[in-house]
């Protein structure tokens, strides 16, 4: 089962990978880890990755498909994974699709968390305060300001995404306000029908 997760920062996509993980036995696939394993594994991707980050370059999208098509040949990843912050574009995304289409694979559904962004603002300013009223540092990108930065770079960037899976009929949407475990409740009654099919 091939799924990408989509949704923007603070949504709740790390913990409902992990429990997609759990269930259904297939890796997440991080692009930020994926890029730092090819680039300490030295392959030939990893090695023109390294390049462009040491001069301060941001990574093209063929060099990302190029990581993430080296990844999902891994032993791991050939029943299936979960993509989570990539693609980050619909550039990436129609490369992405390319790529699949070239292993003779194909994507099996793309999961969307909706969520309400002044309430998820709100979130993030109250962990922030819960943290520093621990005596804990707060961690720069989760403080309201830049987080807002990081929300209106989503719009811009990532939200066309919807708009492109729509098109295929692969987006399915989740409403991410929900209580945590009401949340996994919906993404599995999604994707167990898919894991089914798949198998068999």
């Not at 070239?102 to 922030?128: C, S, Y």
């Not at 306000?177 to 009654?189: F, H, I, R, S």
């Amino acid at each position: 089962m091939r799924i990408i997760l989509l949704g923007p920062p603070g949504a709740g996509k790390g913990t409902q990978s992990a429990r997609i993980v759990e269930r259904f036995g297939i890796p997440q696939l991080s692009t930020g880890d994926m890029l730092r394993a090819a680039v300490a594994a030295g392959t030939p991707v990893g090695l023109e990755a390294k390049s462009i980050m040491e001069s301060g370059g941001l990574v093209p999208d063929s060099v990302v498909v190029g990581i993430v098509a080296d990844r999902i040949e891994e032993a791991d990843a050939r029943p299936g994974f979960i993509l989570d912050g990539f693609p980050r574009t619909v550039e990436q995304a129609a490369a992405l699709d390319r790529m699949l289409a070239e292993k003779n694979l194909q994507l099996d559904t793309v999961v969307e968390f909706a969520v309400n962004e002044e309430i998820l603002v709100g979130r993030i300013a109250k962990r922030a305060a819960e943290t520093a009223a621990r005596g804990e540092p707060v961690r720069k990108d989760d403080t309201p300001e830049v987080f807002k930065t990081r929300l209106s770079a989503f719009r811009a960037q990532t939200a066309p995404l919807s708009a492109y899976y729509a098109s295929l009929g692969m987006l399915r949407t989740v409403d991410g306000m929900k209580p945590v475990d009401e949340v996994t409740n919906e993404v599995m009654a999604l994707l167990e029908p898919l894991a089914s099919t798949t198998a068999s």
